[in-house]
């Protein structure tokens, strides 16, 4: 059920804060995952200026930490470098990440704009090619090798690496540990396939995610398979739903929650906190999933060097 977002304190005087917000600015994409959430059902992108002006609003909302989402964010890399050059220089967003599928990344952004960025997030479903294809991860190039060298840029500009993996029923029954080691990750989340409605239900839609969905038991073994790596963070789909904050291509807050996903107006015509007024966010699913450790330093991973920092995005 939908409900109205709430305030957060005890008084109910003040709105909640969009602390951690994940922007997807664009739904291009170079692959085709099956099980997408976040389709390419337009390719509207916004002028750079817009885009800039949005992230002030949401800065002067108290975001701390913002995460640069697609569709694909690297099909559109010099305005991805620049939005993300703006949050560090000028708008002085605390924490500046990104999550890509790979496969368009080049040392030359990280020449350019590496010193920007805190976290780099890589998608990765599967270690085996043919597993990769299965999904719809790229046809072309060798997904893994790409992986292997994005960590290698990471450790020589200094950035936080994370990788990210949907569940579904390909991958299932894959052991990744002794790669996940290899590439030691500061944090690996590890997420069930979701269905969405208006994005991956099949029908019209872009993608049917059906044949891709696996039941929680499935989930809970992958899960028990790769215990031993500290660095694991799991969200099932009830952790999942309503527990991110999500800006599309219009800045409009989306509700991926249970239902017909719904949206908000774009916080450009309406500002961050009307258009937070429509979307369900539920702050103990947040906290959950340890979105919320800035706060309070608790810290899933052991290796992680930097205690009490937000993480809270795809
Ligand atoms: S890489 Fe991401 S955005 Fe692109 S099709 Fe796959 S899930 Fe969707």
């Known amino acids: 059920m939908k409900q109205t977002i709430k305030p957060e304190n005890e008084n109910n005087s003040e709105p909640k804060k969009p602390e951690s917000v994940n922007y997807h600015f664009t739904r291009l994409c170079n692959y ?8 390419q059902k337009t390719s509207f992108i916004l002028p750079l200026e817009r885009a800039i002006y949005g992230l002030k609003l949401l800065k002067e909302a108290g975001t701390r930490k913002i995460n640069f989402a697609g569709g694909e964010p690297f099909t559109k890399a010099n305005f991805l470098g620049e939005l993300i050059k703006q949050c560090k220089e000028n708008i002085k967003i605390e924490k500046v990440s990104v999550i890509t599928n790979g496969s368009l990344v080049k040392r030359s952004f990280f020449e350019k704009f590496g010193k920007y960025i805190d976290v780099f997030g890589v998608s990765c479903d599967s270690f085996d090619a043919e597993t990769n294809k299965k999904i719809g991860r790229g046809t072309k190039g060798d997904n893994v090798k790409k992986l292997f060298e994005i960590r290698e840029l990471c450790k020589e500009y200094n950035i936080k690496f994370k990788l990210n993996t949907v569940v579904c029923s390909y991958n299932k029954d894959e052991n990744m540990v002794e790669n996940i080691k290899k590439l030691d990750p500061y944090r690996w989340k590890v997420f069930q396939v979701l269905l969405v409605k208006g994005e991956n239900e099949g029908g019209d839609k872009l993608r049917d995610v059906t044949k891709f969905q696996i039941t929680n038991e499935e989930f809970e073994q992958f899960k028990k398979r790769h215990e031993e790596l500290r660095c694991m963070v ?7 739903k309503s527990s991110y904050l999500i800006l599309d291509e219009y800045m409009r807050f989306l509700d991926k929650g249970d239902g017909e996903e719904i949206h908000s107006e774009s916080i450009l015509d309406v500002g ?3 258009a937070l007024e429509v979307i369900h966010y539920d702050k103990n699913e947040f ?3 340890k979105g919320d450790y800035l706060f309070n330093d608790r810290d899933p991973c052991l290796k992680c060097e930097v205690k009490n920092e937000i993480v809270s995005d795809f």
């Open 287 to 289: 906290i959950k999933r």
């Open 234 to 240: 799991a969200e099932s789909n009830d952790n999942m």
């Open 272 to 274: 961050v906190e009307k």
């Open 32 to 39: 085709k995952c099956g099980f997408c959430f976040h389709t």
